[in-house]
């Protein structure tokens, strides 16, 4: 029984170090290296420099360990579609889902949107769609992103048809889908012409086209 006891495990006596943890951060970090690198050179716009082994020599590893964590370069291209979400459609997601009536959740909304979009997300974006139109899986995964974005400005005229709905007499009826693919269009335009050097004041012209497009639904 002594021998027994000695032999099992404590309970209370916190879990072995294995190792494993360890070497997966480092792979982890490797990665987060690797897509670092791809985004670097596909902002550079020189699309034809886009391999995997000028990615792995950007970041300092060999060509195999570029392998080792993504098959080719699509892969790459894949893993810099996800990794810019945060910088653009999650930040709107959040504007559009926090408590606020229609009008507060616009004007967040268009606040955000009127920031200038920094010179690095700026080339990704165009980068990403030069390789969406050589590369079909590049295409189904920035169009999926774009849905996703496109999603919250049809969320935000939701609320609005939920408040018309749950006003005195019922309100008119608002269809959220066609407002908010309506706006992001026009999201979309100003991006366009701000990117060719326009001065347009993308605040004001978004502000009063949410507002006319809420007071005439």
Known sequence: ???????????????????RPRA??????????????????????????????????????????CHYHFQDRTDLVLAVVTDIRPEWILPLEEAVSAPGS????????VELLSRPEGAELSHLHSALHWHALNDERVRESLEAEYRRWRRCFVDLFQVLADERAAGPAGGRAVDPLALGEAVAAAVDGLAAAESLGAEVDSGAVLRTLVRTLAAGA
């Open 102 to 109: 229609f009008a507060e959740r616009a004007e967040r909304a």
């Open 1 to 19: 029984m002594a021998a027994s006891a000695k032999d099992s495990p404590d309970p209370s006596a916190p879990p072995a170090r294995t190792g």
């Open 24 to 65: 997966s951060a480092k792979g982890e970090q490797t990665r987060a290296r690797l897509i670092a690198a791809a985004r670097t050179l596909l902002a550079g716009g020189l699309a034809e420099r886009f391999t995997t082994r000028n990615v792995a020599a950007l970041c300092g590893v060999s060509h195999g360990m």
